[in-house]
């Protein structure tokens, strides 16, 4: 069964930066996309960064958060990163990863259990 655990989460203040990670098992990761979501207090879901997959020389972004985030990956190491810089308080939320057939169009197939962000101004 395949996994998705996050990490590096936690409570920094404005301006700081945080990299998350997501560790994939039980799946062929390389030939998976991964993704990052978001999910702010008493908001739904949205949607933070993606990459294809093989190199990963395709990444989306929000516009909002382009510029500041950044998604990549280690299919050596199964693992999806997002760097945070220029952190604001309202990048406040539970962050999830997940991962999905290379399929456009395709609804992502696994998720993580999140890790909290917390951005004091």
């Known amino acids: 069964q395949a996994q998705l655990v996050e990490s590096g989460g936690g409570f920094v203040q404005a301006g700081d930066s945080l990299r998350l990670s997501c560790v994939a098992s039980?799946?062929?990761?390389?030939?998976?996309?991964m993704a990052w979501f978001r999910q702010p207090p008493g908001k739904g879901r949205e949607f933070v960064a993606a990459i294809r997959s093989g190199s990963g020389t395709d990444t989306y972004y929000t516009r909002r958060r382009e510029g500041r985030f950044i998604i990549s990956r280690d299919n050596a190491k199964n693992t999806v990163y997002l760097q945070m810089n220029s952190l604001m308080p309202e990048d406040t939320a539970v962050y999830f990863c997940?991962?999905?057939?290379?399929?456009?169009?395709?609804?992502?197939?696994?998720w993580g259990q999140g890790t909290q962000v917390t951005v004091s101004s």
């Open positions: 997940a991962a999905k057939l290379d399929v456009i169009g395709r609804e992502y197939d696994y």
């Open positions: 039980g799946l062929p990761f390389s030939s998976y996309a």
